[in-house]
């Protein structure tokens, strides 16, 4: 009667229009459902900044709400890097925004026609590209402005001479995991939901269909408790972005200004 | 024991980390609250701080998860 739904079914990637075999030095590249929802976001951030860069006296509504992200980035940096954080306002607005978006786009209900709605977040393969470019700039800024005295990072201040050799590690460690954890951290909230979603809406589904009774009951509560987490997975979307930025302005602070 | 078994037995342990590390963040919220309660003034000013404690809070549990999920569906 039952028939088992597969909550992981929603994060497959497939290609479509036909591109399965395009390939490009011997790697297959098909335009997939990730590759279209990641176009998505961006053309959606395109019109959004473009429409909102009227630079009028008055700001309009559009205007405003384009505003307000960019001072709630560059406050952002301000408060966590200082003066010297200004130049990475539009690396850190751009990658909030298109994190945003994306957890935004992936939980539009486009089931109800049809479509598959995808978070490429879902996946660590985006996430970890997203978080391992936020460490390059760390590494490279780190580098080219303090060069090898960068390394005194991994010696927080007063250190005594003796701990040297055990801190040293500790805190080299501690900054190379910092590009998994940066990626791990998104893709994890972002399928974990999605996953808790499904789950729920597979209880709905089999609870209909082994009787009303079943349905009334366990049904709707499934479905009322759905459309809560539904809520939590917007608060979630928003957070996740936030911690995302924030962090990668906490990082950048640690190569722009040392300890 | 059987080894079908023993994966989802250790998945089910793994939600147990899943639950320790909501009582983190809910740590991380109820001692932020009760700071900015005493203080209100400074709070908005420590948000930044909030946001990193829950995040490494919340890492913990999320790993936990991550685990269970290699033990269903990888391992």
Same mark, same amino acid.
């Given at each position: ?27 297959n ?7 279209l929802?990641?176009?998505?976001? !961006? ?11 009227? &630079?009028?006296?008055?700001?309009? &509504?559009?205007?405003?709400a ?21 130049k ?89 995991? &910092? ?5 791990? &951290? ?34 709707? !509560? ?17 957070i996740?972005?936030?911690?995302f !930025? ?11 200004n040392?300890? | 024991?059987? *080894? ?26 109820? *001692?932020?609250l ?14 930044g701080r ?6 490494? *809070?919340?890492?913990?549990?999320l ?13």
């Amino acid at each position: 009667m039952s028939g088992k739904i597969d909550p992981m079914h929603q994060f497959a990637i497939e290609p479509l229009f036909g591109t399965d075999h395009l390939a490009l030095g011997g790697f297959n590249i098909a335009f997939t459902n990730s590759a279209l929802y990641m176009v998505a976001a !961006a053309v959606v951030l395109w019109i959004f900044v473009i429409g909102g860069s009227k &630079r009028e006296l008055v700001p309009g &509504r559009w205007q405003a709400a384009v505003e307000y992200f960019t001072t709630f980035i560059s406050s952002l940096l301000l408060a966590n890097v200082g003066e010297g954080g200004k130049k990475y306002i539009p690396y850190v607005f751009s990658l909030f925004m298109f994190i945003l978006l994306a957890n935004f786009l992936g939980m539009l209900p486009l089931g109800v026609v049809g479509l598959h709605p995808f978070t490429f977040t879902s996946h660590f393969t985006a996430t970890g590209v997203l978080a391992i470019l936020s460490f390059s700039i760390v590494l490279i800024v780190g580098f080219w402005k303090h060069g090898f005295h960068f390394f005194s990072l991994f010696i927080p201040h007063g250190t005594p001479l003796p701990m040297i050799p055990v801190i040293f590690p500790i805190e080299l460690i501690s900054f190379m995991v &910092r590009p998994f954890s940066l990626g791990l &951290r998104l893709f994890v909230a972002m399928t974990a939901g999605h996953v808790l979603l499904k789950v729920l809406a597979g209880f709905v589904i089999n609870s209909s269909n082994a009787g009303v009774g079943y349905g009334l009951t366990v049904g709707t !509560a499934s479905f009322i408790l759905m459309i809560g987490i539904s809520a939590l997975e917007m608060l979630v979307a928003v957070i996740q972005a936030y911690v995302f !930025a924030l962090l990668t302005s906490v990082y950048i602070n640690d190569a722009e200004n040392l300890h | 024991m059987d *080894a079908e078994a023993a994966k989802v037995l250790g998945a089910g342990l793994a939600a147990i980390g899943a639950g320790i590390a909501a009582l983190g963040v809910g740590n991380v919220f109820a *001692a932020f609250l009760e700071g900015a309660l005493r203080n209100p003034g400074a709070a908005d000013g420590q948000q930044g701080r909030l946001f990193i404690g829950f995040a490494a *809070a919340e890492l913990l549990g999320l790993l936990a998860f991550v685990i269970a999920m290699i033990l269903v569906f990888v391992a």
